[in-house]
């Protein structure tokens, strides 16, 4: 039985696949740190591994190039794509939300706010609630604002907090973490294993603000919040991965070897 047979249905059960999407996925977890370019061989070896046909990377492939987020070359008999200026600009802010580390500490002291452009999490009548320790510059001034403890928050508001798209979301990602944790993956199946779970992540936390731990209705948190069970599956995967970015043969080209540059992801400094 293939092992990532469950992971492969998921990503193909929740409608059209937008493989640019995916494809886009590869270059930031995979090829960024690996001198920045992939050959369309080895692409479509890895995203073949997950259901992808040639016809539709292809497709894919000319989509982004139209739309000036990848250039191609031909080196020897193969073509490799790299990120344009353009789609690395697209890169920064999305990659330190997709792999920070988790918190470290609970949030203390908290923040309820009043006013326009208030950064937070929606409570309903334009009131957000925010950890008093985030970033907030370059903002608007609240009309009204109040700090301190959260001492309750209601099954129902934890729900509401979230809400439905959001939910499903992360019970998927559940799903595919419970299958993860009880694999052992070859270095090709750990990379195409890797994809999957950082293409979901990376949609959910593109998509969606970021609940604290402190306001996840208590069944999303168990056995641990989702960002560290995403950084316990990533890391565990990661080594077996890389060696698979590392094998060459005929038709797919060496990509550089960079083993220091994953150290920051998922991790605290």
Known sequence: MDPLAPLIDALHSEGRLRVWSLVITVFGDSVQ??????????LGRLLGRVGVEQGALRTALSRLARDGWVTSERIGRSSVYRLSQSGLS????????IYAAPRA???GEWVLALGPEQPGLP???????RPADKNTDNIPTPYCAVT??????SDDMREAILGEGQRA???????????????????FDAAAARTLLIHRWRRIVLRYPEPPNEVLPQDLCSPAPPRARVARAYLALSPAAER?????????LAMPCSPTSLDWRFRTS
Do not use: K, N, Y
């Not at 409570?123 to 609630?129: R, V």
């Not at 979301?169 to 944790?181: F, K, M, N, Y």
């Not at 698979?244 to 797919?252: I, K, N, R, T």
């Open 105 to 107: 500490a609970p949030v």
């Open 33 to 42: 740190h690996r001198g920045g370019r992939i050959s369309t061989a080895r």
């Open 148 to 153: 301190g403890a959260l001492s309750e928050l």
């Open 123 to 129: 409570l309903g009548g334009g009131w957000m609630l």
């Open 244 to 252: 698979w970015f590392d094998q060459c043969g005929e038709d797919v």
């Open 90 to 97: 697209r890169f920064t802010e999305a990659t330190g939300r």
């Open 169 to 187: 979301a992360l019970e998927a990602l559940a799903r595919d973490l419970d299958i993860l944790e009880g694999l052992s993956l070859d270095p």
